[in-house]
């Protein structure tokens, strides 16, 4: 599996649609087996395609539009929102099932993101 998170220094970029770099981290057997940053085109079209170039299925960000999310759905890519926290601490809790926790979740963020968790 292929796992993209947008980043802001070393945390969790507050909104994909402007987020300048992604981590991606190809997972085997629920382990981090290599790790890349990917410097993310400015312009939207261009920006998918990176993401579906990488072969990233997964995608952990901060806040997304709608066009955006569901531009990326459409690409076949699962997108887990509003996410806030370290990038690290991010993706380890991904990986143990521990995404869902109110930690995890931008302000205001974790009643929707409850609601909808079988969306994602």
Same mark, same amino acid.
């Given at each position: 599996?292929?796992? &993209?998170?947008?980043? *802001?220094?070393? @945390? $969790?970029?507050?909104l994909f649609d402007v987020a300048q770099e992604a981590l991606v981290? /190809? $997972?085997? =057997?629920?382990?981090?087996?290599?790790?890349?940053r990917v410097k993310l085109d400015s312009a939207w079209p261009s920006?998918? !395609? %990176?993401?579906? @170039? %990488?072969?990233? !299925?997964?995608?952990?960000?901060?806040?997304?539009?709608? +066009?955006?999310?569901?531009?990326?759905?459409?690409?076949? $890519?699962?997108?887990?929102?509003?996410?806030?926290? #370290?990038? /690290? #601490?991010?993706? *380890? &809790? +991904?990986? %143990?099932? @521990?995404?869902? %926790? /109110?930690?995890?979740?931008?302000?205001?963020?974790? =009643? *929707?993101?409850?609601?909808? =968790?079988?969306?994602?």
């Amino acid at each position: 599996m292929i796992i &993209a998170l947008t980043r *802001w220094g070393n @945390r $969790i970029s507050p909104l994909f649609d402007v987020a300048q770099e992604a981590l991606v981290v /190809e $997972i085997d =057997r629920g382990r981090p087996v290599t790790w890349r940053r990917v410097k993310l085109d400015s312009a939207w079209p261009s920006r998918l !395609e %990176q993401l579906v @170039r %990488q072969g990233v !299925e997964v995608l952990i960000c901060g806040g997304i539009s709608n +066009f955006l999310y569901y531009q990326l759905v459409s690409r076949g $890519i699962r997108v887990i929102p509003w996410v806030t926290g #370290e990038v /690290e #601490e991010v993706l *380890w &809790a +991904f990986l %143990q099932g @521990r995404l869902d %926790q /109110e930690n995890y979740s931008m302000p205001g963020c974790h =009643r *929707w993101r409850h609601r909808h =968790r079988g969306r994602w």
